[in-house]
């Protein structure tokens, strides 16, 4: 089993920074491949980023790869998700998931196994 508690979250003006951070704990934790979603009100849930477990190979939403910036330290079992210049439309809840099969970074809710409460950003504009 692999729990997963996000924070980091909050509101913030357009144009603005947050961090957001998913502590991991459990036996195979620093193992996994870890992933950032998101869930607007009314949308589906839609992939962010997501990160191997050596932290060596990442892959990301076409659309952020310019704005958002996926890290971990595995010393602290803990994975960030750096979003810059926010819009309003990255208003979302954002998750952090585990994914335990010793693949590549993937983009789809599928894959992952483990999930968080999910922390709320709000983007004023």
């Known amino acids: 089993q692999v729990q997963l508690v996000e924070s980091g979250g909050g509101t913030v003006q357009a144009g603005g920074s947050l961090r957001l951070s998913c502590a991991a704990s459990?036996?195979?934790?620093?193992?996994?491949?870890m992933g950032w979603f998101r869930q607007a009100p009314g949308k589906d849930r839609e992939f962010v980023a997501a990160?191997?477990?050596?932290?060596?190979?990442?892959l990301y939403a076409n659309t952020l790869k310019d704005r958002f910036s996926i890290s971990r330290v595995n010393d602290k079992n803990t994975v960030y998700l750096q979003m810059n210049s926010l819009k309003p439309e990255d208003t979302a809840i954002y998750y952090c998931?585990?994914?335990?099969?010793?693949?590549?970074?993937?983009?789809?809710?599928?894959?992952?196994?483990?999930w968080g409460q999910g922390t709320q950003v709000t983007v004023s504009s």
């Open positions: 998931a585990a994914d335990r099969s010793a693949t590549p970074p993937r983009g789809n809710t599928r894959s992952y196994d483990y």
């Open positions: 459990g036996r195979s934790s620093s193992k996994c491949v």
């Open positions: 990160i191997s477990w050596s932290g060596g190979s990442t």
